[in-house]
């Protein structure tokens, strides 16, 4: 099975995103998956939430499967390898919950797994290109006197979100929002829980904690390096 995972930041995110690019090529080594970080830009307009879908696509064609990373996000180094969820849930889109969301669908886009197939690409292509579809789900309402986001969410979150709530091209029957804890969690303060578990989940994702990005992928970073990784 040939993997890649991918990587998106600019500028922006290099604090953070360049300790998390060299935790999750430890992973990678570990298991001889490709690990490719780009800071292209494929649109002029959108933000850099939108670029993973291009991005994605560009690579895809040359893999079985793409597992999509976000910069603040890191493979644990005693996770096993990440074919063993794939097997586990046997779908061509994988998505972790998000445990912030009280309406489903609970998708947090920051950590994905795409099969290479026909089905997976003309949805990629849809959620990259098609302006209707964002203008549909993304985007602010007045809810009882407020300015809201249309689903809890302005970026491409929210058209991935709309795009399973209304289950375009039959998306649901493909995909698999795997139970939070599984595949990623957020928080520090969940490792009483964590502890309890069998397994740990695969994937640190620091979403939202803005202030603590640099801090806990750092220092994870200096754990591998005392363990003897060269990074």
Known sequence: MK?????????????YGDNCY?????????????LIKSSEKFYKTRSGHWERYPFILKHIKHYDYIVWVDADA????????????????????????????????????GVAIFKNTERVVKILKKWAYSNELKDKYCGFVITDGYLCPKLNWIEDQALVRGFYQDDVDNVNSISEIVPYLELQHYNTEERDILCKLKSLPYIFHLA?????????????????????HNI
């Open 74 to 109: 890191f493979f644990y180094n005693t996770s096993p390898p990440i074919t063993n969820l794939i097997k586990k849930h046997k779908k061509e889109i994988i998505f972790g919950e998000d445990d912030c969301v009280i309406n489903p669908p609970a998708i947090n886009t």
């Open 22 to 34: 060299k935790i999750n090529k430890v992973y990678c080594d570990k298991y001889g998956y490709d």
């Open 208 to 228: 939202g904690r803005h202030e603590m990005r640099y801090t806990e992928s750092k220092t994870y970073l200096n754990l591998l390096r005392k363990l003897g």
């Open 3 to 15: 993997i890649a995972v991918l990587m998106w930041y600019d500028g922006g995110f290099e604090s």
